[in-house]
């Protein structure tokens, strides 16, 4: 657990070698709670593997009825969407557009 990328990716392996990490890290009873800016400050000082493994530990961390409840929505909203397309009401773009189009909107 010496480097970030062994910790990451042993926290690949077995999740719980990194919530270890991070409970042996952190003392909730002396350290003050960060704000949400702090918390994004840090999370870009994150490389893309790093984020990707927090995004997990988020996602783990919401109960099962919300989890479930987010994956109904997605899973409707995909069959309206694919609805849409085959009866011609939605036009198809091609993945590096429709990445470059959100990006794009990403940095407004």
């Not at 270890?20 to 840090?42: F, G, K, Q």
């Amino acid at each position: 657990m010496a480097s970030r990328i062994g910790w990451v990716t042993a926290a690949r392996c077995n999740p719980k070698i990194l919530y270890t990490y991070l409970d042996s890290t952190s003392n909730p009873v002396n350290d003050p709670p960060m704000s949400l800016a702090t918390i994004r400050n840090e999370i870009e000082k994150l490389d893309p593997a790093e984020r990707a493994s927090l995004i997990d530990l988020l996602w783990d961390s919401l109960d099962d009825v919300c989890v479930q409840e987010v994956e109904a929505k997605w899973a409707a909203e995909s069959e309206n969407r694919i609805d849409a397309f085959e009866r011609g009401e939605l036009p198809a773009v091609d993945g590096p557009s429709a990445l470059g189009e959100l990006r794009s909107s990403l940095r407004k």
